[in-house]
Every structure is written in structure tokens, then in C-alpha cells.
Nanobody
Framework: QVQLVESGGGLVQPGGSLRLSCAAS????????MGWYRQASGKERELVAR???????TYADSVKGRFTISRDNTKNTVYLQMNSLKPEDAAVYYC?????????WGQGTLVTVSS
């Protein structure tokens, strides 16, 4: 059974940083591309970043230079380091198993950016 458990969200001031984690289980983590998505209130879910099993990364234009996706295949965990946060980054953040289990979502972790 594929499971994804996101954590690390919280309230941060504009310009601040957060590091999100996603613990994965139930599949072969190391060979799968993982993604981070976000969904703001009243908006559709959007891709934030993605990382292949070999560590090749892609980012949405809106977060390039501010967010960094990484993974630890020994811990079956994918991370999202978010720096220079803006109010428009506020959303529920989810991780995903790209292409292989696109229908599986965790509970998400809420990021609030406010002064």
C-alpha cells in the first residue's frame, strides 16, 4: 500500500524559510520520480517541483531560485526547502509519486505566509 506523509508546514513571515518532508512507503522509492504540489484556497493544485530517482530536478517558474527539492533514498523521504517565502506561496503542500502512482496523495501540510 502506497503511503505518503507530509510534514513541516507552519506559519512563517514573508521572507522566511520552511523545510517540508514527505515520508514515503509501499513502493520502490529510489527509482521513482517524486513531486511536490500545492493547492491554494480556491485554486487548482499545481506542480511546484519534481525530482527523478537520479536527482534531476525541475521547478515551476514561480519558485525557481527560492525552492529546492531533494531526496534521501536511504530514508525514503523527499524534501522541499522553501526560502524567501511570499504570501502567494501559502497553500497546502502535497507530495506525489509521479507517473507511477499519480492517484495517491497524502494529507498535505499547510504553509501559511503572513506577517
Amino acid at each position: 500500500q502506497v503511503q505518503l506523509v507530509e510534514s513541516g508546514g507552519g506559519l512563517v513571515q514573508p521572507g522566511g524559510s520552511l523545510r517540508l518532508s514527505c515520508a514515503a512507503s509501499g513502493f520502490i522509492f529510489s527509482i521513482n520520480t517524486m513531486g511536490w504540489y500545492r493547492q491554494a484556497s480556491g485554486k487548482e493544485r499545481e506542480l511546484v517541483a519534481r525530482i527523478t530517482g537520479r536527482g534531476v530536478t525541475t521547478y515551476a517558474d514561480s519558485v525557481k531560485g527560492r525552492f529546492t527539492i531533494s531526496r534521501d533514498n536511504t530514508k525514503n523521504t523527499v524534501y522541499l526547502q522553501m526560502n524567501s517565502l511570499k504570501p502567494e506561496d501559502a497553500a497546502v503542500y502535497y507530495c506525489s509519486v509521479e507517473y507511477t502512482y499519480p492517484e495517491v496523495w497524502g494529507q498535505g501540510t499547510l504553509v501559511t505566509v503572513s506577517s
